[in-house]
T-cell receptor, first 112, second 112 residues
Framework: EAGVAQSPRYKIIEKRQSVAFWCNPI?????LYWYQQILGQGPKLLIQ????????DSQLPKDRFSAERLKGVDSTLKIQPAKLEDSAVYLC??????????FGPGTRLTVT | GENVEQHPSTLSVQEGDSAVIKCTYS??????FPWYKQELGKGPQLIID?????GEKKDQRIAVTLNKTAKHFSLHITETQPEDSAVYFC???????????FGTGTRLKVLA
């Protein structure tokens, strides 16, 4: 069974630029999550989708972050404009309904 | 708000010795406690979990114990091997939901 795919794996941008991350969940998983993992910390949930609807985006900084999951499969997370404090690993995970999370390898973002 | 504290932040053990990582949670309604292992450059992978109606669960060299009264749970790894070296995260569900709060992680080094 293929795992959660993410791209790119690494991204370096300057502050105030925009960036987008892509995630392809495990086939058949209805629930998709985006987490932010700052160095030395545990993952923090940014947004959770159930199929193509948002279940929870309470921790998403909506003034600069946006996410969508068209057709209930792939998802993109965008940051515009980026700040220095956005430097982190962005993890995508998926699950059957709200069960075990299967995480992708993450995208390491560096904002200079 | 809900919080999960994890100790120690780093742990070095000799190969073959045991390792114990402890977490304390604040939400008395938490009822699900997963443990994740994160290797360098990879996303977290679920290694064991426990529900609040169980006091202990074991899977080969890994065990988890839960003390609901004290609101803490621990990961025990016996007969450690170099491949156990990784960062380990505990997590606790929030208010009986499937949302998780993650601990800050423990970097385990198994010395050969």
């Amino acid at each position: 069974e293929a795992g959660v795919a993410q791209s790119p794996r690494y991204k370096i941008i300057e502050k105030r630029q925009s960036v987008a991350f892509w995630c392809n969940p495990i086939s058949g998983h209805a629930t998709l999550y985006w987490y932010q993992q700052i160095l030395g910390q545990g993952p923090k949930l940014l947004i959770q989708f159930q199929n193509n609807g948002v279940v929870d985006d309470s921790q998403l900084p909506k003034d600069r972050f946006s996410a969508e999951r068209l057709k209930g499969v792939d998802s993109t997370l965008k940051i515009q404009p980026a700040k220095l404090e956005d430097s982190a690993v962005y993890l995508c995970a998926s699950s059957l309904e709200s069960g075990h999370r299967y995480f992708g390898p993450g995208t390491r973002l560096t904002v200079t | 708000g809900e919080n999960v504290e994890q100790h120690p932040s780093t742990l070095s053990v000799q190969e073959g010795d045991s390792a114990v990582i402890k977490c304390t949670y604040s939400d008395s309604a938490s009822n699900y406690f997963p443990w994740y292992k994160q290797e360098l450059g990879k996303g977290p992978q679920l290694i064991i979990d426990i529900r609040s109606n169980v006091g202990e669960k074991k899977d080969q060299r890994i065990a988890v114990t839960l003390n609901k009264t004290a609101k803490h749970f621990s990961l025990h790894i016996t007969e450690t091997q170099p491949e156990d070296s990784a960062v380990y995260f505990c997590a606790a569900s929030i208010r009986g939901t499937y949302k998780y709060i993650f601990g800050t992680g423990t970097r385990l080094k198994v010395l050969a």
